[in-house]
């Protein structure tokens, strides 16, 4: 008697195509972590095999990948943590399909510690000069008349000038990540009660505010100007359309903030390397210096646990000291001729 045929199950490589799919149109990921999904995937393939049954892909396999990113690819822990959370979350899907019976990251322990590493904020110095290069590249004087002057002369090469300040007040004034701000669409943006509506991470929305009147009239002005330049992204109507353009009246992508923020660094002479999520860590490194309640700063930034906010509470170090050296507790104490007899 001929032994039974045995179906071929589903390789890796269809399988990941299908879980990116899922994450496509049924959690609606952003383009962002689509692609951090993808280039994981590729390289779990390159590992294994493409062709290889899921089956064959158990907990042994996800051991010696383990190794491998650590001794072969050399990566660092954050790197390599979040490669296999994207494997996990592949496996979970495949497993609530049933094309897994067995899902080997069941009660599997990686122990993957990251290193504690406080967020990188800068200094108001550094804000300032940033500030400073924005507006000496677009010959921005001081005073409401210097903002509508330069508005009413800038065209379309010097729109990128502009599109930057701009992400560096909003980046600043609201802490919101850089995927936040590029997915901002004008129905999002209330000028008079200086709110925006933030789609966050988890799909999760929150609201953040434009306190300062100065900022709401620089996105009035912003606005203004767009349209006397003509640059409308291409949308289904105005309320659509993205908040922040670039040169071509495209809608501004991250990556183009990111080389912005970058170019402003230089030109403000910074050394270090600048990117808008270090000025998301100078807004709540500045709010909770200035005394605001953890809660809310929590609540602006969109933490879901407000574990994650208190990391801002320890790079206040500078500020501790200098507080500790202005109060000048043992100069109260001893008193300066108690200290000169002691001498």
Not at 220 to 231: K, M, T
């Amino acid at each position: 008697m001929p032994p039974p045929i045995t179906e071929p199950q589903p390789s890796l490589a269809h399988l990941s195509e299908q879980f990116l799919l899922h994450c496509r149109l049924a959690r609606n990921l952003s383009p962002h972590t689509l692609r951090a999904y993808g280039g994981d995937l590729r390289e779990f393939r390159r590992f294994a095999g493409s062709d290889t049954e899921i089956a064959a892909c158990d907990r042994a396999c996800l051991r010696a990948y383990l190794r491998h990113l650590f001794e072969v690819r050399r990566l660092k822990e954050a790197s390599v943590k979040r490669r296999m959370a994207c494997l996990k979350a592949m496996y979970r899907w495949l497993e609530r399909e049933g094309t897994l019976a067995v899902n080997p990251f069941h009660r599997l322990e990686l122990n993957i510690r990251l290193p504690k590493r406080l967020p990188r904020s800068l200094t108001r110095g550094e804000l300032r000069a940033l500030l400073t290069a924005a507006h000496r590249a677009l010959g921005l004087g001081s005073g409401p008349a210097a903002l509508e002057r330069m508005t009413r002369r800038i065209g379309r090469r010097g729109f990128n000038d502009l599109t930057a300040l701009v992400a560096l007040e909003l980046l600043f004034a609201t802490g919101m990540r850089v995927g936040e701000l590029v997915s901002i669409t004008r129905e999002r943006l209330d000028l008079e009660e200086g709110v925006v509506a933030i789609l966050g991470k988890g799909d999760r929305e929150r609201r953040v505010f434009v306190a300062e009147p100065e900022l709401r009239k620089l996105l009035a002005a912003y606005l203004a100007a767009r349209a006397r330049v003509g640059l409308r992204a291409a949308a289904a109507g105005a309320a659509k359309e993205p908040l922040l353009v670039n040169s071509q009246g495209n809608a501004a992508s991250a990556q183009l903030i990111r080389k912005l923020i970058g170019r402003l660094a230089a030109g403000a002479g910074l050394a270090r390397h600048v990117t808008p999520h270090m000025l998301r860590h100078s807004a709540a490194t500045h709010l909770l210096e200035a005394g605001v309640d953890i809660r809310y700063v929590q609540r602006l930034l969109g933490h879901h646990s407000i574990a994650t906010t208190e990391r801002y509470t320890q790079v206040s170090d500078g500020s501790l000291k200098s507080a500790i050296t202005a109060a000048r507790a043992r100069e109260r104490v001893w008193g300066k001729e108690g200290e000169q007899k002691r001498r």
